[in-house]
């Protein structure tokens, strides 16, 4: 190992001189690469995106390069110090030269050119992929998917008719689509009306799709519009099914409410317990004050986590003696968060 890195550290002390790392370049870059770069100017960069636990196999070079038109490119040199050939380098250069385009984003819109660069000097001969695609199964289709223009789905660009033709997603692109109108309520009715047939298929599995988009759509709903929603669901849906859905949507903002309620105690209460523990200025105290903090946030969490439930059954026009039972909270108190 030793001897490795005595190879990799004189390496790097050649390739970071200039008039050494000029000639490198001079020799290995692609000729269309070269043509567009300017090698007078080099620049050594001190980042390096080699992985810890390669440290010791593995050494990398950046060359930063202005291109003849004044724009950055970069020149990433891994030195292999392996004695095998790394049949995973190919995966391992586009991992780091991607680390080197997230750096390089900010506040920009186009990435600099790079152009990857191995030197290999192990003693077994050199067999392992040369890019990315050889890694695939099927080279030529990787390729193709990740190279190419990515699938873009623009629904604000299809028709509404080639949406309602779909039977299992019409209902769903639809709503994405329109989901920015103001009239959410209108929507709805447009929903159920023109997606009639995907009501049939969302029926066979419990309405799922309509649970899902209920409940997404519901927080653009202003709470005095939540019981004209439920009147449009009860006009195309049996009142078991709206009861259902209804009952599951409120479900779900239990079960947020009750999260919500208690992280924000525990946080306020483990915040009162440390400041209690510094006032007390001995480590003991401290301890003490964080574990009575944590306990009081607890009792805080549970009780803010009744208040947001009863919150949203509320919303949801629940009946005050029934928010009573599940949320363990007085009739007096539940009145006056209604009020």
């Known amino acids: 190992m030793t001897h490795h890195l005595k190879h990799d550290a004189l390496i790097k002390k050649i390739l970071t001189d200039q008039l050494a790392a000029q000639e490198f370049l001079e020799h290995y870059l692609p000729a ?17 995106f080699v992985e810890d636990n390669l440290k010791r196999k593995l050494t990398d070079l950046i060359y930063s390069v202005k291109t003849k038109n004044q724009e950055k490119a970069f020149v990433y040199v891994l030195i292999e110090a392996q004695v095998i050939p790394d049949h995973w380098m190919a995966l391992r250069l586009w991992k780091y030269m991607l680390l080197l385009c997230e750096r390089n984003r900010k506040n920009k819109d186009r990435l600099p050119l790079l152009c990857p660069i191995v030197i290999y000097h192990g003693s077994r001969t050199y067999h392992a992929p040369r890019n990315l695609w050889q890694l695939f199964s099927n080279p030529e289709q990787a390729k193709k998917l990740m190279a190419e223009d990515y699938q873009l789905i623009d629904l604000q660009s299809m028709s509404d008719d080639a949406i309602l033709k779909k039977r299992q997603l019409a209902m769903f692109e639809y709503l994405l689509k329109h989901i920015h109108q103001r009239d959410i309520l209108k929507l709805w009715s447009e929903l159920f009306t023109k997606c009639k047939h995907v009501l049939l298929v969302d029926k066979e599995k419990d309405y799922i799709c309509i649970k899902a988009l209920l409940w997404y759509s519901d927080a653009k709903l202003p709470e005095e519009k939540q019981a004209a929603l439920e009147r449009i669901l009860s006009d195309h849906l ?14 779900k903002y239990i079960e947020e409410g009750r999260q919500k309620g208690i992280m924000q105690g525990l946080e306020k209460g483990m915040m009162q317990g ?17 574990i009575q903090g944590m306990e009081q ?34 009739t007096a108190f539940i009145d006056s968060l209604q009020a």
């Open 274 to 290: 440390m400041e209690k523990g510094m006032e007390k200025g001995m480590e003991k105290g401290m301890e003490q004050g964080i």
């Open 238 to 251: 049996s009142k078991e099914e709206t009861a259902t859905i209804m009952r599951t949507i409120a479900q």
């Open 32 to 48: 269309d690469f070269k043509a567009l770069v300017d090698l007078s100017q080099i620049t050594i960069e001190k980042e390096s």
């Open 297 to 330: 946030g607890m009792v805080q969490g549970m009780m803010q986590g009744k208040i947001e439930i009863a919150k949203a059954m509320l919303a949801n026009g629940a009946e005050i003696s029934f928010i009573e039972k599940i949320t363990g909270l007085n």
